[in-house]
Nanobody, 122 residues
Framework: QVQLVESGGGWVQPGGSLRLSCAAS????????VGWFRQAPGKEREEVSC????????YYADSVRDRFTVSSDNAKNTVYLQMNNLKPEDTGVYYC???????????????WGQGTQVTVSS
């Protein structure tokens, strides 16, 4: 059974940090590009980061660049999103998803996790 599971979300104060995990089962995650998305209340889902396996590139939205870092542990079949200096506007449900290549189009992503809640407030 193909499955992606996000974990690591929670509540933090502004300036705090969280590390999200995206664990895959039923397939080998290193063969796929992995995107991180978030959806804030009343907002459209947006891509915040992606690791492009084929071209060995990492992408970050302008709003998170220099604060978020995507990485992977192939032995654990897991991709991580380290989030530092969190801001209230980072609040939302975070999802990971797989694709052949990173893309601005969500329809290009084949498998999605259920999401993990991140809340940043004082």
């Amino acid at each position: 059974q193909v499955q992606l599971v996000e974990s690591g979300g929670g509540w933090v104060q502004p300036g705090g940090s969280l590390r999200l995990s995206c664990a895959a089962s039923g397939f080998d995650l290193p063969y796929y590009s992995v995107g991180w998305f978030r959806q804030a209340p009343g907002k459209e889902r947006e891509e915040v980061s992606c690791i492009n396996r084929r071209y060995s590139r990492r992408y970050y939205a302008d709003s998170v660049r220099d604060r978020f870092t995507v990485s992977s542990d192939n032995a654990k079949n897991t991709v991580y999103l380290q989030m530092n200096n969190l801001k209230p506007e980072d609040t939302g449900v975070y999802y990971c998803a797989t694709a052949e290549l990173c893309s601005m189009w969500t329809s290009r992503y084949d498998y999605w996790g259920q999401g993990t809640q991140v809340t940043v407030s004082s």
